[in-house]
């Protein structure tokens, strides 16, 4: 995944946003590393995803991908 640092950073933003408000440049960091950190999981979560076999009784694996 993503650093623990980055991922600090990342809850130290969201918490000084609740508080006392961001700069534009705190927002724009905090925009691009949660970015970074979406596009990180979406790509963990789909190779998580793609390791799936799905089985259905007597049926083969190829019979149960969608057409």
């Known amino acids: 995944m993503i650093s623990k640092e980055k ?6 933003l ?3 946003k609740k508080t006392a408000g961001l700069t534009a440049e705190e927002a724009d960091e905090q925009q691009q590393l949660r ?3 979406i596009e ?6 789909r190779a998580q995803l793609d390791q ?3 089985v259905d009784g007597d049926a083969a694996p190829e019979e149960n991908l969608p057409n």
């Open 7 to 12: 991922l600090d950073r990342i809850n130290e």
């Open 14 to 16: 969201a918490n000084k």
């Open 35 to 37: 970015q970074a950190y």
């Open 40 to 45: 990180r999981f979406r790509e963990v979560f």
């Open 52 to 54: 799936i076999e799905v």
